[in-house]
DNA sequence: ATCGCAAATGTAACCGGTTACAGCAAGAGC
DNA sequence: GCTCTTGCTGTAACCGGTTACATTTGCGAT
């Protein structure tokens, strides 16, 4: 059986579809009993308004869109996470949209048109131009980590580039010389920022930069990994730009029968939630991802209610050191 | 600006709002010329169809619902995580909504009604008239580690009681007999029926059962360590109800100075990816939960294709015997 | 030029709600 | 008893699309 629409309602109930919607939803100006009578009808035929219709009718959605790369590994799962969590405390609901990777994925944005009343957007590496055309003109957006497309939007922007030359300042007070850098894969801002922190900060010691390219799956942490161990100078750090390819690599140099840190340290970013329980930890730079999530909801909502707010915020990564980079496992 | 409406390009492209309808979703018989013209004026004007009204005309969201207890712990996330991979590849888009532990959040169904094509739910710690009370009538809905409710829906079901069985066989089989339990909350359906195949499978064995009780938050493994830790007589075996308990359990037991498995194995139950990466390696009972997720929402697309679907699938966990529980750390 | 028919286009109803405005009844004031 | 308010209820327009059906157009055949 279909579902009952508020016309059933009024039908069964002897009163007009205006009333029925005035009594359900808590208007006042209607008869007490007669309030009750609709309320009672409408539940013996188990009616449930039509969320769709309403929020045409009401031009609001109670619903965000957000847009993510993918849910592999835990950095854009904390992300959702963080995102999730303000959201349902605010009564929003979330639609969720991917675009695993391929480009075409900023023509979901599309999809979300009349259906939600804000966006998240979380994309480091998206083509600009693709994104400005796909940017919705009426609709609040919050970017997070996303290329510089507008001035017009509330943003957030991970200073990568300290975070990564901190690293850097923390591994060489620690004595490392020969540091290498895994990268993200080209193109994708915060992947370009990690590299010229980096190399920056190499430069400023007289060191020399050498950066791997990875495309932060575990999978070519592992792979890296591999390739230094072929080296006959060895590298006494790997810095990776992100946890899950520093700890493929953990994985392989300690298979390999490299102690880590005295034989090479290890350095990842991010700080997932695994980044503590790899033996030994795993030193990191902790960005709060599901606090910027969470921030990113409550910009939104600040929108919608009415202020404005094109700022661009910035999030300054905090180091964490842990076993994987200071020796002495006291 | 508020955004272009279809009237907006039919007026300003000198046609009915049925023809640009047509010339924009490909009915064919439109003059090519004007379908033509009707299109630049279109992305001239910027016009993006209203999804919230398509729908509603269509009676077709191209949308699912998913509700889930929370995203916390990589549970639940990675069920999430396979769900998203299928909807998108299906290029269906995910309305969330998590209950967040409390059970008003059977409620926020109510908001999708409307807004999706269907339904999936995973709810293990639900009340069942709840449940009942609240699932929609007209909206095919998978349920996944749900109480049983009702005999007319797809389900997922997990073979918890074979499950913990096994797990209790492997620890007697590696010499293990006082297996403490360490369960999730009452009242969750998971959790209930762990218990059970771990305490028949110890009665067969003529050990005596002995269960504390958890939330299967990282927490109360840790809580239960510490209360092991101070036994006179200790067991020689955590089996707890899920991965991260378990996890909470070794880090403590390590820090206590007991080496795991030497002196007391430690399992645990999902094999969710962090189980892989702790140190030893934690034994576990793979569920394959992104796998159902996929899978759910594969189902639910074949009841909107028309087909029907009213089977209990039963899913059989895996045990992964991992450096946790088998000793000798060859 | 006229007719017939197929193809293209327009008109209007509909999806399921909300709400401005109109209508109506009852009570107050004279 | 009559008018004026006041307050409840109903009618109908609207949100932004889709589409059945009616109408117009274009073209070939006569």
Redesign the interface.
């Known amino acids: 059986?279909?579902?009952a629409t508020i016309r059933d309602v009024a039908r069964a109930a002897n009163v007009s579809i205006a009333t029925v919607s005035r009594a359900l939803n808590g208007h006042g100006n209607v008869r007490a009993n007669l309030r009750e009578h609709v309320q009672s009808v409408a539940a013996a035929l188990?009616y449930?308004?039509?969320?769709?219709?309403?929020?045409?009718s009401l031009a609001r959605?109670?619903?965000i869109g957000v847009m993510l790369p993918d849910?592999?590994g835990?950095f854009y799962?904390e992300a959702?996470?963080g995102i999730?969590?303000e959201a349902?405390a605010r009564g929003l609901?979330?639609?969720?949209?991917?675009m695993?990777g391929d480009q075409r994925g900023t023509e979901?944005l599309?999809?979300?048109?009349?259906?939600v009343d804000a966006l998240i957007i979380m994309a480091p590496d998206i083509d600009p131009e693709r994104l400005l055309a796909h940017l919705?003109?009426?609709l609040p957006t919050v970017l997070i980590s996303c290329p510089d497309v507008s001035a017009d939007h509330p943003q957030f922007r991970i200073d990568n580039v300290a975070a990564a030359d901190a690293m850097v300042e923390h591994l060489v007070a620690s004595g490392r010389r020969r540091i290498v850098h895994l990268s993200g894969p080209r193109g994708n801002r915060d992947a370009e920022e990690r590299i010229a922190g980096y190399s920056a900060a190499m430069t400023r010691h007289g060191l020399s930069p050498r950066v791997l390219t990875g495309d932060f799956e575990e999978e070519s942490g592992t792979a890296a990994a591999q390739a230094l161990l072929g080296d006959t100078e060895r590298a006494d750090a790997l810095f990776a730009a992100n946890d899950m390819m520093a700890?493929g690599a953990l994985?392989v140099f300690q298979r390999a029968g490299l102690s880590v840190p005295e034989d090479i340290a290890v350095a990842g970013f991010d700080d997932i939630?695994?980044a503590r329980?790899?033996?030994p930890a795993l030193t990191t730079m902790r960005v709060g991802i599901a606090e910027i999530g969470a921030e990113a909801v409550s910009r939104a909502a600040a929108i919608l209610a009415g202020e404005s707010d094109t700022e661009i915020r910035w999030v300054a990564p905090q180091i964490k050191a842990r076993a994987s980079t200071i020796g002495g496992a006291a």
């Open positions: 059986m279909a579902h188990g449930v308004p039509h969320t769709g219709a309403r929020s045409l959605t109670n619903a849910l592999h835990e799962s959702l996470r999730d969590a349902s609901q979330l639609l969720l949209s991917n695993h979901t599309r999809f979300m048109r009349g259906r919705p003109a009426s700890i994985v939630p695994l329980f790899v033996t």
